[in-house]
């Protein structure tokens, strides 16, 4: 391959690659497509090995490792095996939850993934992206992703959008050619690269470098392959800052108050190391992947299907929906009602102008152009059978397309543009009268433009169509679009989707704002509105483009309709409506849509939606359904809650144990637990605790958006900690008092007890409502009356108990201990309700 490959004339590159403009043959692309996957095998490494090592990662499961080694070097060869088994135990436990989320998480993305048209053996074949290899001819059209680096073999009307490799705002025209060897990637005509999509036209490329070697791949090898950070994952971040500083505090003051003591170095310093890892929720990984698996599995059911499992959590703090009408709002069925010329009167010869630009454009496919041809066929009319000369492509600052033909019995040709009103209106000086024309002057304009207000008040969709007789030319572009003759409009009818009212009552339920931002003119946008029930406070395109960053902050948020927007302004509007402290998702299926969906808080698009699009979201509805979206949001909300639990009550219960050891060591003559118990304590009270990730939510859960509240985790930690901490110190005089235990009977009581509390007040704190008033999830319950058992029986196991230092229980100090733990989940129970009151 030519190191400046797009300097190369097509035969060179064809010679190169050991391909043709048939491309490859089918063996051929699969032995490419095999020794390409062995090289990224070797250079990558294997995905479950990297998974498993990722669980040692841990700062906390290095302390205990090396914990370990000081045991085993001091010659506590029982102590090392037993923290060895629970580490091991701990991270293959971690390790099997994650593996199995990821596993069912990429099987629901293999149901999106990309594919790519590609010609083997002179025919057109769908590919998935990741099998285009060197030498692949690849056939591309609008609403594509381009996947891989290549050269243009063929292209008419081809424009693209580089912006995230050259930063140009607007789409680029790309021609077949050779490009300078030193040109930089902007000055590249001749070429496409991966990661840039397709805005209009159609094109062959021949695949040059895939992967790691293309230009985007480069770019990512170099700064890293980073998402930007989401906002549940920057709570879990300032979350584990919180426990960092609490985690050091105690420890510092246990280890120093051991040592003060005069006790063993060594024992102070594996008790300490135990406390910081009691304290921790290491589990809290597994947990969070279990749980966003189980949400994006519960989510697939019901038709809604994951691409990033972080947008789980995310799309449960939305409080701002920004969707088009066509097709959510609206049925999505276009149905030409008429065709008519400037007067309204129905026009055969519009309907004909009309059929022949739907018919011959090759760009963006769309509904409109469809209800054209399905109403040309619906009245017998034949598709039109002349000669094709060229196409100007639709883009989204002209907004309207023109197709040139030839005109029977004549050499001139016929230009064709259909498109929005006003910017068709502003290519004309004339307008059709009967068989001849007439000036189009002011007075003209102003009846066009009532007309079009009045029929999208009634809820039609207006384009108009203009004409144009020219001279034969080579090629067409943008600057023939004037002087043109006003022909016409075509009027299309989309209804109302049924039960959408509701729908959208629904979602005011749920705490969220609907804002409609579409491309079609203002007199619609506002009729849907009204049906919908919406207010329709609305700002159209113009006064967006006017309004500066800190105008359109205050508009995004007082207005509920957005008509005449272009990308940019959907995109602008997205950022306004964050600055302003929403958790905003955007729904869209278009070309138009991609920029607006990679900068909200959640993208939204469905199954059918054009490649970069689609590509562009972070969730997928199978079906484009608001209601379908509504149970995802509170599938999502689920999934959050059921993450918090965790984190709230596994801190508050851990923490009050904690500061009831750190207290137990400044007046026992011995430690309330050795390192050993309190990781095997922390280990199996983590058992029952990855049931949460399906357990049943109460309805009021999800009625209002979520968000992470660092202080609310600190204080809930703290309060129900030092409830959890009033009961162990009364655990502490009882046996101490009543039953004068020894260190022996002291450690494996509190050891129970302590084990007992951590399941029960699952049950306790996993719901706002009384304990007796909310269901569990059957596994939660089984999970934890197995723990419960163990607790109960662990310290009469002979060898095994005597391994980590228990004994059996006299019956009154284990009566008195399941006396103290029924007492503390009454007093948990009535503090939460008192706190909530």
Same mark, same amino acid.
């Given at each position: 391959?030519?190191?400046?490959? %797009?300097?190369?004339?097509?035969? #060179? ?24 996957? +062995? ?20 700062? $906390? ?15 506590? %060869? ?125 094109? #062959? ?5 895939? /992967? ?11 700064? /890293? ?41 060594? =024992? ?10 009691? $304290? ?27 691409? #990033? ?34 007067? /309204? ?148 009818? =989309?209804?109302? +989707? ?5 729908? @959208? ?7 969220? /704002? ?38 359109? %902050? ?105 500061? &009831? ?9 011995? @430690? ?16 029952? &605790? *990855?049931?949460?990730?399906?357990? #049943? ?10 968000? %992470? ?64 008033? &909310? ?16 607790? *109960? ?17 006299? *019956? ?26």
């Amino acid at each position: 391959m030519p190191e400046a490959w %797009w300097s190369a004339d097509l035969d #060179r590159m064809f010679a190169a690659t050991g391909s043709s403009a048939r491309g490859l043959s089918e063996a051929e692309a699969i032995r490419r497509l095999a020794l390409a996957a +062995k090289r990224r095998g070797r250079r990558r490494g294997h995905g479950v090995a990297a998974l498993l090592w990722r669980q040692y990662e841990s700062p $906390l499961v290095l302390i205990l490792v090396l914990a370990a080694v000081v045991s085993v070097i001091v010659g506590e %060869w029982t102590e090392a095996a037993i923290i060895l088994a629970i580490v091991a135990g701990s991270t293959l436990l971690g390790f099997a939850q994650e593996y199995k989320a990821a596993r069912a998480v990429a099987q629901l993305q293999e149901r999106l993934a990309l594919t790519v048209a590609v010609l083997r053996d002179g025919a057109v074949a769908t590919v998935p992206a990741e099998a285009v290899v060197a030498g692949d001819v690849v056939v591309l059209s609008a609403g594509n992703l381009v996947p891989a680096d290549g050269v243009l073999c063929e292209a008419r009307d081809f424009l693209v959008s580089q912006a995230a490799l050259t930063g140009e705002s607007f789409p680029v025209e790309k021609r077949v050619g050779v490009s300078a060897p030193d040109a930089p990637l902007a000055g590249r005509d001749n070429a496409v690269f991966l990661g840039t999509s397709v805005r209009s036209g159609t094109a #062959r490329m021949l695949v040059a470098v895939t /992967g790691a070697g293309t230009a985007y791949g480069k770019i990512e090898e170099r700064i /890293g392959e980073s998402d930007p950070e989401t906002d549940f994952e920057r709570g879990i971040r300032r979350f584990g800052s919180l426990l960092m500083r609490v985690m050091m505090v105690i420890v510092t003051v246990v280890l120093s108050a051991n040592l003060v003591l005069g006790r063993p170095v060594i =024992d102070s310093l594996l008790f300490s190391v135990a406390l910081a890892v009691g $304290l921790t929720p290491e589990l809290l990984p597994a947990i969070v992947s279990v749980t966003m698996a189980e949400g994006a599995r519960r989510m697939a059911r019901g038709g809604v299907l994951v691409r #990033r499992s972080s947008a789980i959590e995310n799309l449960g703090t939305v409080d701002i929906l920004c969707t088009d009408k066509t097709g959510t709002l609206t049925s999505g069925q276009m149905a030409l009602q008429a065709a008519t010329d400037p007067s /309204g009167a129905e026009s055969a010869e519009v309907f004909g102008h009309a059929l022949v630009n739907a018919h011959f454009e090759t760009g963006i496919e769309n509904p409109l152009d469809m209800a054209i041809v399905a109403a040309a066929a619906a009245r017998g009319v034949p598709l039109p059978e002349r000669g094709k000369i060229d196409e100007i492509p639709y883009d989204f600052q002209r907004k309207r397309l023109t197709v040139v033909v030839d005109l029977p019995e004549s050499d001139d040709h016929l230009v064709v543009t259909k498109g929005a009103f006003d910017t068709v209106l502003s290519c004309c000086d004339r307008i059709g009268a009967g068989a001849g024309t007439l000036p189009l002057g002011g007075d003209e304009r102003a009846r066009l433009a009532d007309f079009v207000a009045r029929k999208g008040a009634e809820g039609i969709r207006v384009l108009a169509v203009a004409t144009r007789v020219l001279p034969p030319r080579a090629r067409y572009d943008v600057a023939d679009e004037t002087a043109m003759t006003f022909a016409g409009f075509l009027l299309f009818a =989309d209804p109302l +989707k049924e039960g959408i009212g509701e729908t @959208l009552d629904a979602l005011r339920k749920l705490g969220i /704002g609907v804002k409609i931002i579409t491309g079609d003119n203002r007199h619609v946008a506002e009729h849907v509105a009204r049906a919908v029930g919406l207010e329709p406070r609305m700002i159209a395109g113009a006064d967006l483009q006017r309004a500066g960053d800190e105008a359109l %902050w205050h508009l995004a948020k007082e207005c509920n309709v957005f008509a005449e927007a272009d990308p940019q302004q959907k995109e602008r509007i997205v950022r306004a409506l964050q600055k302003r402290g929403h958790s905003v998702a955007y729904m869209g299926d278009g070309i138009n849509d991609a920029p607006a969906l990679q900068h909200a808080d959640v993208g939204i698009s469905v199954q059918e939606a054009v490649d970069v699009a689609r590509e562009s979201a972070d969730i997928v509805l199978l079906q484009r359904d608001l209601d379908v979206l509504r149970q995802g949001i509170v599938d999502g909300r689920q999934t959050f809650a059921n993450t918090l639990k965790y984190i709230s009550i596994t801190t508050s219960a851990n923490f009050g144990n904690m500061i &009831s050891m750190a207290v137990g060591t400044l007046f026992l003559p011995f @430690l309330p637990l050795t390192a050993a118990q309190i990781l095997l304590n922390n280990f199996l009270s983590d058992i029952p &605790s *990855l049931s949460l990730a399906g357990d #049943r939510v109460d309805p009021e859960a999800v009625e209002h958006a979520p968000r %992470w509240d660092i202080a609310a985790i600190r204080n809930y930690m703290v309060i129900f900690g030092m409830v959890s901490t009033l009961f162990d110190l009364l655990t502490f005089a009882v046996l101490l008092r009543v039953f004068h235990a020894d260190a022996g009977m002291f450690q494996t009581a509190w050891f129970t007890i302590s084990l007992l509390t951590e399941l029960v007040v699952v049950f306790v704190l996993r719901t706002r409502r009384a304990l007796w008033n &909310s269901r569990p999830a059957r596994v939660l319950v089984l999970a934890s009356l197995a723990m419960f058992a163990v607790a *109960l029986v662990l310290p009469s196991l002979g060898p095994v108990a005597r391994a980590v230092g228990l004994s059996p229980l006299p *019956l009154p100090v284990l009566a008195s201990g399941i006396g103290i733990v029924l007492c503390y989940a009454l007093a948990t129970e009535a503090v939460k309700r008192r706190l909530l009151r």
